[in-house]
């Protein structure tokens, strides 16, 4: 299979339809399921061409979940896709007990995560699902930044170890930030622009935002940020995230997510215990979302790349003058 | 374009209190389903397909069989309406908005950043929303704790809790741990209707996920159950009416079409959470609003 790589903006949620396929192609024990939302997650398209694989439970979250495992326990390789709402909050005793404590190797395609689900509202907005799967031991948590990570992100969750892995996408075109589709995630910490100054930590669709504010900041302020993407928030490749800190001693964390418990928390978590440094946060505060359009509600909550800006300036403001090398652990 | 015309009136309200007619619950349905339309064509966003099958039962439930006061929506013994189905709110908005619950010129706001009109209810924002939905299968349940309240508060002889349900709805585990909770606490101040449209997200209920006979289904959870015509006036305000005189939890199964009224979704496939075309809302409108002149033209008719 030669994956196709986009360079107009693209859902994520299209390149998890397109790999599911894919990999439908080259493994015959991977099954697919959805909640009544397929052609939303698009897991649909994998349900065309293997109806044998494919499982609809209609709006049944719950048992969707347990469903999965019993399909992973007996040998298959489960992919469950719905809303991240509904993958996570619907059904999470069933993830946590029946897929992540058994720690089978089930995929949760988990779509529309964030505020840029748009108009649904807060009923919709999943804004603490990686908060809540980064809690649940042995889950991973895998957030793309755009179509081509997002293909490979889930072509390598089959390769990949045994252990249950949530992965999310996106509802609306977002640019693309990999001119084409990564050979890895690698350590899933990814330095997309090198700087000196302080160090951008992002994920999703925050990505491409993120390298907008770094090259206003370049210009307006003579500012060099380094703009890291962090494509798999769980198990967090800690040392990757030290060295950047180490550089620039100073961090902002961007997110379409709670601040609490998401990628600004695992990024304070290594900071706060081997590199204290300043970690500044763009995210959602303790609020839900509101209706409106994608964008709307972006700019509505800040998560904008002047939202990014703004946050740079006031850490850079904060700076510690002095910078004390990092400690060195073995072990994440 | 037609949506941006302004809205027809409702039937009157009637004088000296007489319930209004069948006939005129009809014609009340018809402005619910114009209002849902224009309000989709305006957001570009929404349920359509959804509003609309559900129009006859809450235009038989605002007009007719809810004893509730917009002037005072929190009136403590008021009948409750939970629309479990929450991805319909537009015609709940419609019609709370026909009622004066907020400004009529809201319902254009909706889905849209600093409107109170939510993508999904929410009671904190628009007033007449007793809960908040929106995640299928929880509306059942939030109705039973409703009903335990009302009893607590010695209101369950008075005030009724009517909870509008999906074939969603019916696939979600939590609506029969609702239907048992109604039927063990033996709740007698409880309708559960459901909008047997026979379709969802990805294909016909049928296809996706049998949820086969829901009547039977309900009576065996120990609730009275019944199956009309959800498009049938007479049938509704009968069902409605004869399950708040019940001793026990009552459901309706009300056979319905999605899109109904407008020919060109009516019963189709294809329509779930797609706002109209431009072009579409046109046709739609310039359906409901022939089907609204016949009706009004008949009313006349026979007032005269
Ligand atoms: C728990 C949950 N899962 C999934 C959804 C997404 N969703 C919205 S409407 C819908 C199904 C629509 O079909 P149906 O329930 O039959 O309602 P209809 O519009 O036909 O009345 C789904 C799956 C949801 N709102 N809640
Ligand atoms: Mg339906």
Redesign the pocket.
């Known amino acids: 299979m030669a994956p196709e790589a986009k360079t107009e903006p693209t859902a994520t949620r299209q390149a998890y339809g397109q790999a599911l396929v894919d990999l439908g192609e080259a493994h015959e024990e991977v099954v697919a399921l959805d ?3 397929a052609v939303s997650t698009q897991s649909m398209k994998f349900g065309k061409e293997y109806p044998d694989r494919f499982f609809n439970c209609g ?1 049944a ?1 719950a048992g969707m979940m347990s469903m999965a495992c019993g399909l992973a326990a007996t040998g298959k390789v489960p992919y469950a896709s719905t809303f991240a709402i ?1 993958a996570t909050s ?1 059904a999470y005793d069933q993830v946590r007990l029946g897929i992540a404590h058994n720690e089978l190797k089930v995929r949760i395609g988990a779509s529309h995560g964030g505020v840029s689900l748009g108009e649904d509202g807060a009923s919709h907005q999943m804004i603490e699902d990686i908060a809540l799967m980064r809690a649940m031991p042995k889950m991973q948590v895998v957030v793309p930044a755009d179509y081509n990570q997002a293909y490979r992100a889930v072509i390598e969750s089959y390769e990949g170890n045994d252990g249950p892995m949530y992965m999310r996408f996106g509802r609306p075109n977002t640019p693309i930030v990999y001119d084409d589709i990564p050979e890895t995630l690698g350590s899933g910490v990814d330095v997309l622009r090198e700087g000196k100054d302080i160090s951008i930590f992002v994920c999703g669709h925050m990505v491409w935002r993120a390298l907008e504010a770094a090259k206003t900041l370049e210009e307006e302020d003579g500012i060099e940020a380094e703009v890291v993407n962090v494509a798999i928030i769980k198990p967090l490749a800690g040392e990757a995230v030290l060295e950047s800190l180490a550089k620039t001693g100073l961090a902002v964390t961007a997110e379409e997510h709670r601040v609490v418990g998401g990628l600004a928390d695992a990024v304070r978590e290594v900071a706060a215990e081997q590199h204290p440094v300043p970690v500044f946060a763009v995210g959602m505060g303790d609020e839900f979302g509101v209706s409106g359009t994608a964008e709307a509600c972006m700019e509505h909550f800040g998560l904008t790349a002047s939202g990014i800006i703004d946050r740079a300036r006031e850490a850079l403001v904060n700076k510690p003058i002095v910078s004390h090398p990092p400690i060195k652990r073995a072990g994440w | 374009m037609a949506h941006l015309k302004p809205v027809p009136d409702p039937t009157p309200p009637p004088e000296g209190g007489d319930r209004p007619s069948i006939e005129q619950l009809q014609r009340d349905a018809t402005v619910l389903r114009i209002n849902c339309v224009r309000m989709l064509a305006v957001a570009k966003s929404g ?1 359509l397909d ?1 509003s609309l ?1 559900s129009a006859d039962i809450v235009a038989a439930l605002y007009y007719r069989v809810l004893r509730h006061d917009p002037k005072n929506p929190r009136w403590p013994e008021r009948d409750r309406f939970v629309l479990s ?1 929450g ?2 709110a537009p015609i709940q908005y419609a019609a709370l908005a026909e009622h004066g619950y907020f400004p009529h010129k809201d319902l254009m706001g909706l889905r849209s950043i600093g409107s109170h009109l939510q993508g999904h209810p929410d009671m904190n924002r628009t007033p007449g929303i007793e809960v908040s939905t ?4 929880q509306g059942l349940s939030m109705s039973v704790g409703i009903c335990l309240a009302l009893r607590l508060d010695g209101l369950a002889d008075t005030a009724h809790t009517f909870c509008l349900m ?4 019916c696939q ?1 585990g939590e609506s029969w741990e609702g239907a048992a909770a109604a039927a063990h606490y033996e709740i007698p101040n409880i309708t559960a209707i459901v ?1 047997y ?1 026979h ?3 990805d294909g016909t ?1 049928e296809e996706v996920m049998d949820t086969g006979d829901v009547r039977a289904k309900f009576e065996a959870f120990g609730w009275d159950s019944v199956e009309i015509d959800g498009h049938d006036m007479n049938q509704v305000v009968e069902a409605l009416e004869r399950s708040r005189t019940l001793d026990k939890p009552a459901a309706i199964v009300a056979q319905t079409k ?1 899109g109904r009224g407008v020919s060109l979704m009516e019963g189709r496939f294809g329509f ?1 959470g797609k706002p109209p075309t431009p072009e579409q809302a046109d046709q739609a409108l310039d359906e409901l609003e022939a089907t609204l002149a016949e009706q009004t033209s008949s009313l006349e008719a026979a007032g005269s």
């Not at chain 2, 929106?134 to 299968?137: D, I, Q, T, W």
């Open positions: 909640a009544d939302l709006a979250e509904f619907r | 349920h959804s099958s189905k991805h319909a929106g995640s299928l299968g999906s074939d969603g709805d979600e909008d449209n379709l969802q997200t209920t999605k779930h």
